[in-house]
């Protein structure tokens, strides 16, 4: 049996191991160690990598993994699963999408795969974390939010080949209906992207919303979910569930916000919106309606800003492009 | 005998009807001001001036909504008295979601521990000053809204001064009618708005009600609005019946709990539950996701606030509760 060694996490048999992964150190020296859980059956297969919090506040991912990981029996596996569920473990802390220490630009670790040993404090965290990654991942699936509780959507790597075959394997045993087959030039420098050019397949799920805007119950089904993708890969004995039919995007649109003002949408999550139609709306500081926010394009919301407030330029809407039945 | 003129800022009322306008609280280095919306609703009738208050923290937007929810229902000529509404109170940190200016340099950053300000004194202060100059002047009730944490939030405070500042808030928070209430003593809250208004004789009251940036519905901001309709009723600003809400709490005190530990943490109470020494407020998990113990109330009371995880520090406000209730109300 391969030895297995992330971090001080170090893995040589069936069992449950843990451990921390060094990405970085605080300038009074402190190092920047993130939590490693290896769990391995007694027989060999497919090493599930899993990652959460790749943006410091999106936690439901981390739960999510954390769900699935109490649930696990290496008696009852095949293969190992590798769980890192807290990334960008210094923005994690503070709350925030990026980390606190980047200085200069680059701070989106999800742009910064495979990462630098000498690049900025983000690359060098993505360098950390990619290393063993391409080391060890036969497939990897990366949990993200959005920003409201009704988030539920995916990305899969569609490269083309067996690697595109591999991840719709993956998506379709986890199940949201609302899919992007994600082309090599979207996402560049995401984990998913990367690791799916060095010919691992790849799974984004998308669930809940930034902060504490998420439910358990998202957190359970979740944990499900990725049992059932475990089932399709023979990690775990067991029929899997049939999900479907899927909506397959070919692309998305991250459409910004033209207006400033005070926001409340009007839409939800998985809504199928057309070009035009009102989506939120807008009101001055002194409570006076000030306008609608329309979609801009047409196809199923992925994503819509939870309000308060909005400031010109911030993300407005999410929108799947162009859905067919599949 | 109609009401006279007045003009706070650049809003500026001629008669009944809607004046907008901003008061200038202080300067950005650039040398553009930092102003507050101010919108006055004046009535046909004479009457109290009613002056409403929100986002005196930055980030607490469930009560910019329900001041806006109720302006736009407000007809002037249905109106006995003014309505004063700064509803964007603090308004640096409106525009970056957080609770604090992020221009208040060293500290007293709280504004609302902050009135009734100092002319010459730190930003904060400032912006108190320049803002309590104006109420005291005008109003003659003041309500003031603020948010905690999750959206389930619903309690109100009252300024229970003796004499008649005392009664009239009492009458103010009965109107607004959420049951967890607290008769807030005189040594409370000190520099808060409404307890330095009630000192200076203006009956007031907090309310508490959703929770901070987006955690709130618009249920609550409707119900809000309909609330303070009725404390309108209540006061005589509006014509009609006031809804009895049922009996308030008049809690004596609270307590603000902080947290003695870190870890991930998922609260496994609501606001309005009851509590005993010892109920079980949330469950900890370590990084590695392994349960990690639970997080127990060191007091007897009500849950006005609890934290909503998904993340825990040490000293982070774990749970607020409302203590000693005067009415047996369960």
């Not at chain 1, 996490?9 to 992964?21: C, F, I, T, W």
């Not at chain 1, 805007?213 to 990690?235: C, I, K, P």
């Amino acid at each position: 049996m391969r030895t297995i060694e992330v971090g001080t996490a170090v893995s040589d048999e069936a069992g449950r191991v843990r451990g921390k992964l060094d990405i970085g150190a605080l300038p009074d020296g402190t190092p920047v160690e993130i939590p490693v859980e290896i769990v391995r059956g007694a027989e060999d297969g497919p090493v599930l990598w899993l990652h959460g919090c790749v943006h410091g506040n999106e936690y439901c991912g981390t739960y999510i993994i954390h769900e699935l990981m109490r649930s696990l029996k290496p008696e009852a596996l095949k293969g190992t699963v590798v769980a890192l569920p807290v990334l960008n473990l210094t923005a994690f802390l503070k709350n925030q999408r990026m980390s606190p220490f980047e200085q200069f630009g680059g701070g989106d670790l999800n742009r910064c795969f495979p990462g630098r040993a000498d690049g900025s404090v983000t690359e060098q965290i993505a360098h950390a974390i990619y290393t063993p990654l391409k080391k060890y991942a036969t497939h990897l699936v990366d949990f993200h939010t959005a920003f409201t509780p009704d988030t539920r959507w995916m990305l899969y790597s569609a490269p083309g080949g067996e690697v595109s075959d591999k991840a719709e394997t993956m998506a379709r045993a986890f199940g949201y209906r609302d899919t992007l087959p994600s082309p090599p030039d979207l996402l560049v420098g995401s984990a998913i992207t990367t690791a799916a050019q060095d010919g691992i397949p790849t799974l984004i799920v998308e669930a809940g919303g930034i902060g504490p805007a998420f439910e358990m119950s998202t957190v359970e089904d979740a944990g499900g979910r990725l049992q059932n993708v475990m089932r399709a890969l023979g990690m775990l004995e067991g029929e899997v569930t049939e999900y479907g039919p899927f909506n397959y995007f070919t692309t998305f649109a991250w459409c910004c916000a033209t207006t400033a003002g005070l926001f409340e949408r009007t839409v939800s999550c998985g809504d199928t919106v057309t070009k035009g139609q009102t989506i939120g709306r807008y009101y001055d500081l002194y409570g006076k309606p000030n306008g609608e926010a329309t979609a801009p394009e047409s196809g199923v919301v992925l994503a819509i800003h939870a309000g308060a407030l909005m400031a010109r330029g911030e993300t407005l809407i999410h929108i799947g492009l162009n859905p067919r039945e599949a | 005998m109609s009401l006279q003129d007045i003009k706070i800022g650049d809003a500026e009322t001629m008669g009944p009807g809607v004046a907008t306008g901003r008061l200038k609280l202080a300067d950005y280095p650039d040398g553009s001001p930092m102003a507050t919306p101010v919108i006055i609703v004046t009535g046909e009738k004479p009457g109290k001036t009613l002056w409403l208050h929100g986002c005196v923290h930055g980030n607490e937007y469930c009560g910019t909504f329900i001041i806006h929810e109720l302006l736009r229902s407000l007809d002037p000529a249905e109106l006995s008295g003014r309505v004063v509404a700064l509803p964007a109170l603090n308004i640096t940190a409106f525009n970056k979601n957080q609770r604090l200016s992020p221009f208040e340099g060293y500290g007293g950053g709280d504004m609302n521990r902050c009135f009734p300000g100092v002319e010459g004194g730190p930003l904060t202060s400032q912006f108190a000053f320049a803002v309590y100059t104006e109420m005291k002047k005008h109003a003659d009730l003041f309500v003031d809204f603020h948010t905690a944490m999750t959206p389930d939030v619903n309690w109100a405070l009252y300024a229970a001064y003796g004499g008649e500042t005392g009664k009239v808030s009492r009458v103010l928070a009965k109107a607004w009618g959420y049951r967890d209430t607290l008769a807030t003593p005189t040594d409370m809250l000190v520099g808060s708005a409404f307890m330095t208004a009630a000192s200076d004789g203006i009956p007031s009251m907090i309310v508490e009600a959703g929770g901070k940036g987006p955690a709130f519905t618009r249920e609550t901001v409707e119900d809000g609005a309909e609330r303070l309709r009725n404390v309108m009723r209540a006061a005589g600003l509006l014509d009609g019946d006031v809804t009895d809400y049922g009996p308030i709490a008049d809690f004596d005190r609270f307590e603000w709990v902080s947290a003695p530990r870190g870890g991930l943490f998922q609260p496994m109470v609501k606001c309005g539950d009851s509590i005993e020494v010892g109920t079980r407020l949330g469950r900890f998990y370590d990084i590695y996701g392994d349960d990690d113990g639970f997080a127990e109330s060191p007091r007897k009371g009500i849950v006005l606030a609890i934290h909503p995880g998904p993340i825990m520090t040490n000293g982070e406000t774990l749970v607020h509760i409302g203590l000693n209730p005067k009415e047996n109300i369960l």
